[in-house]
């Protein structure tokens, strides 16, 4: 049996990872669209694509991810990330596919020191999560029955900037780095969260995976220092030389929840096992990423403004 499978925003870090993941898959039939191929903020162009491409399943990647952009272009990220999803969404009802949307752990607040489940009631504490809120319940109300929300959080991987990368960058540039210690949440390979997309899609063709809520992050928990200091130790360097600061010193526009854990029971009840730890992930992606990383020319700056820098997700 062939599954015909829709990737927007295949461009991107999540996009690029669920479509390699797509070309292994035997019976898989799919098309990945970049945002020149396809606006998803278009709806006339949204159900021109899924009558073109007539796909089972649509895993909606495209996004308006700069958090701290959207400060002060929420309108503008309104558009990507609540308008398209709904636009996704009524066409995905008038065709019959199930929409797999992605979201983001920033529908919380990270004000409660303890794992949010799929059903917490959302409090975003900023424009990005807003929006992207509004993306879930846009798919939620318009598929009841064959909409899927996916939040993931603190993503890396070989195909596009991250943290990580940027980390492995960093160690060669600098004598040490500034990295926020009071953001705590769940590292995630983005070829981990497309395996599961994938899995996922299936079991909502099979009908064993119910419409919902899915939490698609890691196991386990650190802060982005503590993440930071990993990936130094795997580079062989001296974890020490990542220096822990404040948010409020990092000074972002974009409010992050501190406390960013989310739980994983629904993938339980559907039959589909979690996403595994976020040390062992990290473990095998390394090569990957240190490769990718390393192909790139190093900082060549005054040394004055190389010694250190600071980061955070």
Known sequence: MVVRWLVTG???LLGREVCARLARLDGAQAAGLLRRDLDITRPRAVRTALRTHRPD????CAAWTAADDAETHEAAAARVNGDGPRHLAAACAESGARLLH?????????DVASPRAEDD??????????????GEQAVLAGLPRTGYVVRAAWLYGAGGPNFVR??????????????????????????????????LGLGALRGTAPAGVYHGTSRGATTWHGLARETFRLLGADPGRVRSITSRELGRPAPRPAYSV?????????????IRHWRAALAEAFPALLAVERQRPPDTGPPAHRRSGRASG
């Open 121 to 134: 009631r959302p409090g975003p504490r900023n424009a990005y999560g807003r929006t992207k809120l509004a």
């Open 102 to 110: 992605l979201s983001t752990d920033y529908v919380f607040a990270g």
């Open 166 to 199: 940027t980390m492995i960058r960093l160690e060669r540039e600098r004598d040490h780095v500034q990295v926020v210690d009071d953001q705590r949440g769940q590292p995630t390979w983005a070829a981990d969260l497309a395996d599961l997309l994938v899995r």
């Open 57 to 60: 399943v649509v895993v909606n």
């Open 10 to 12: 295949a461009g991107g």
């Open 262 to 274: 989310l739980s994983h029971a629904a993938w339980r009840a559907a039959g589909i096992e979690p």
